[in-house]
């Protein structure tokens, strides 16, 4: 792979690296531009070291090149800060347009994984939207007020409610939604469009 990558133009590979301590180490003395990374890598894996490649040096990217195509994997490599995700079996051209295209500041994403992005996708968004519904009208009410940083006092004087009511809205809605803080809340109330940056 090294091989192929400096016989094409524009790619210069300047370091390999055989674990996740290693890639920091090497990443930090010659400066790449892209870094390919395994997931399954031994003293830490691909996941956390890119967690922390992202955090030390934001410019650097990321791709990931696993044979994982499942959704966990996928999700977890864009949240710790990927750019793109390759499976081992792709073409070496295509390992080539992925570089380019993340180097030019796209995300890239493998075509054999990218239906398993829209089936996670559409399996969170109809779980949230059936989730919904088995809220009451009130407290769906609580949800949105709760969601744009309401307290519970003013949630009381907004919906001429008691405090103590309130607080039952609002345990009902972690009960039901399955919540187990308010961050949980947050999230699901951006993702499900009740509420918007």
Known sequence: MADFLNDTADIDVVAQAGNGHEVLE????SQPDVVLMDIEMPRMNGIDTTAALHKAFPDIKTIALSMHDEQPYIRSMFEAGAWGYLLKNCAY?????????????KKYLDNDVSGSIIE??????????????ELSEREAEVL???????SVR???????????????????I????????MAHLFKFAFKNGIVSL
């Open 26 to 29: 090497k990443v930090k003395s």
């Open 93 to 105: 051209d295509q390992l080539g347009t992925a570089i380019n295209q993340v180097y030019n500041g």
């Open 120 to 133: 996670d996708y559409l399996e969170h968004f109809s779980w949230g939207a059936k989730k919904q519904t």
């Open 144 to 150: 949105k007020l709760l969601a744009e940083g309401s």
């Open 154 to 172: 003013e949630i009381s004087d907004t919906l001429f409610i008691s405090v103590k009511t309130v607080g039952s809205h609002k345990q009902n």
């Open 174 to 181: 972690f009960d039901k939604l399955e919540f187990g803080n």
